[in-house]
C-alpha cells in the first residue's frame, strides 16, 4: 500500500508561479514510476507529468511543456510540480498518482496504469 498526500495548491494570478508536492508512505519511492494528473470541472482526469524511478525520465503534456517541471527527491519519499507562467486553463484539481508495475516508462499517460491516488489539491488560476 502506498499513502499519497498532495499539498501546495491554492489561488494565483494567472503568470503566477506554484509548487505541488506529494508525500509518500506507507512504502518508498525510489523503485516507483510517480505522475502528475490534473482535472477540470467537468472534464475527464488528464495526465500532466510523469517520471521515472530514478528521475532520469520525464514526460510532459503539450500543454504544460516548458512551463511545468516534475521532479521527486526519494531521500524524501516527495515528488514535485513546479507550475511556472500559470494560465486560468491550468485551473483544476491536481493528483498524484504511483505506478507499482516494474519498470514503468515516465511515458505512461493511461490512469489506469496507476495505482495509487492521492486525494487531489486545488489549483485555481485567475485571469
Known amino acids: 500500500q502506498v499513502q499519497l498526500v498532495e499539498s501546495g495548491g491554492g489561488l494565483v494570478q494567472a503568470g503566477g508561479s506554484l509548487r505541488l508536492s506529494c508525500a509518500a508512505s506507507?512504502?518508498?519511492?525510489?523503485?516507483?514510476?510517480m505522475a502528475w494528473f490534473r482535472q477540470a470541472a467537468g472534464k475527464e482526469r488528464e495526465f500532466v507529468a510523469g517520471?521515472?524511478?530514478?528521475?532520469?525520465?520525464?514526460d510532459y503534456a503539450d500543454s504544460v511543456k516548458g512551463r511545468f517541471t516534475i521532479s521527486r527527491d526519494n531521500a524524501k519519499n516527495t515528488v514535485y510540480l513546479q507550475m511556472n507562467n500559470l494560465r486560468p486553463e491550468d485551473t483544476a484539481v491536481y493528483y498524484c498518482?504511483?505506478?507499482?508495475?516494474?519498470?514503468?516508462?515516465?511515458?505512461?499517460?493511461?490512469?489506469?496504469?496507476?495505482?495509487?491516488w492521492g486525494q487531489g489539491t486545488q489549483v485555481t488560476v485567475s485571469s
Open positions: 517520471i521515472s524511478w530514478s528521475g532520469g525520465s520525464t
Open positions: 498518482a504511483a505506478g507499482l508495475r516494474a519498470r514503468l516508462p515516465a511515458t505512461t499517460r493511461g490512469a489506469s496504469r496507476y495505482e495509487f
Open positions: 506507507g512504502r518508498t519511492l525510489s523503485t516507483i514510476t
